[in-house]
């Protein structure tokens, strides 16, 4: 698989001409040296505050199975979002659950734009760039979001193993939610849905490019491993490969 790598993303598979465009936004816990840790603690560093947990190794083998090209970020989310908009307060936020971030705390405007910059603006458009060459092949796919979620959020359990979320636009959704997953909770726009934030990405390369569009969000227990990884990979493949068939988008329908 090809790939190609700044420090803001990677691309993985960029010549792949399967039924979809996959995005990793939150794939790396990585803080660059210049901002000092953001003055958090090796464990916060390491959580799920900083990054989604086997979230890109999952994205990573559905790109695989799907001859699809995925995009990684490189970048812990805790310095950009870049599944926000620069005006959201959550694109660097000051605080996450229970963990406060230092070094987010009062950020100018300057600071602020830095990071958009340095962040968010290369990896949209790696993003757009990707999918405008797609586009120019004239085979319809869609465009999937990979992401990962904890078992409990402020105390609370969860008990939604996957979540199948859309925004206005819930072809693929609705596609796949139309079949079976036996023993597994899948929920439509849970955990989080349009009201919490959660579909800038689907919004901004999806909807305005009239791609149907996804995003997955898996419990984190559930990836913890690479067999775990490989399953999960296979329970979502059965569920992605029908629907993307269903809507008729690259040689899915073949698979």
């Keep these: 698989m090809t790939a190609n790598r700044t420090e803001a993303y990677e691309i993985i598979n960029a010549d792949?001409?399967?039924?979809?465009?996959?995005?990793?936004?939150?794939?790396s816990n990585h803080i660059p040296a210049d901002y000092d840790g953001l003055g958090l603690e090796p464990s916060a560093r390491d959580s799920h505050a900083a990054?989604?947990?086997?979230?890109e190794d999952l994205a990573r083998r559905l790109s695989e199975a799907l001859d699809a090209p995925m995009i990684a970020g490189r970048i812990s989310?805790?310095?950009?979002?870049c599944n926000r908009p620069p005006e959201a307060p959550s694109a660097m936020p000051e605080r996450t659950e229970t963990i406060a971030v230092p070094g987010n705390v009062g950020l100018?405007?300057?600071?602020?734009?830095?990071r958009v910059a340095r962040v968010y603006a290369p990896f949209t458009r790696a993003t757009s760039d990707l999918i405008a060459r797609r586009g120019s092949?004239?085979?319809?796919?869609?465009?999937?979001?990979v992401h990962s979620f904890t078992p409990r959020w402020m105390e609370q359990p969860r008990a939604v193993e996957i979540g199948i979320l859309h925004d206005t636009d819930a072809r693929l959704a609705d596609a796949m939610l139309a079949q079976e997953a036996p023993g597994r909770q899948v929920e439509r726009n849970a955990p989080y849905g349009p009201a919490d934030g959660v579909t800038h990405s689907l919004c901004l390369h999806g909807i305005a490019n009239n791609l149907p569009?996804?995003?997955?969000?898996?419990?984190n227990d559930l990836i913890a491993t690479p067999a775990q990884q490989d399953r999960i990979a296979a329970e979502l493949l059965g569920l992605l490969r029908p629907a993307l068939a269903r809507l008729k988008l690259g040689e899915a329908h073949d698979a």
């Design 16 to 27: 792949g001409t399967g039924p979809a465009v996959i995005l990793c936004e939150h794939a």
């Design 51 to 55: 990054w989604d947990p086997g979230a």
């Design 77 to 81: 989310r805790l310095i950009y979002d």
């Design 108 to 114: 100018d405007e300057a600071a602020r734009a830095a």
């Design 137 to 145: 092949a004239d085979t319809p796919f869609a465009l999937i979001t």
């Design 213 to 219: 569009n996804v995003m997955l969000e898996i419990r």
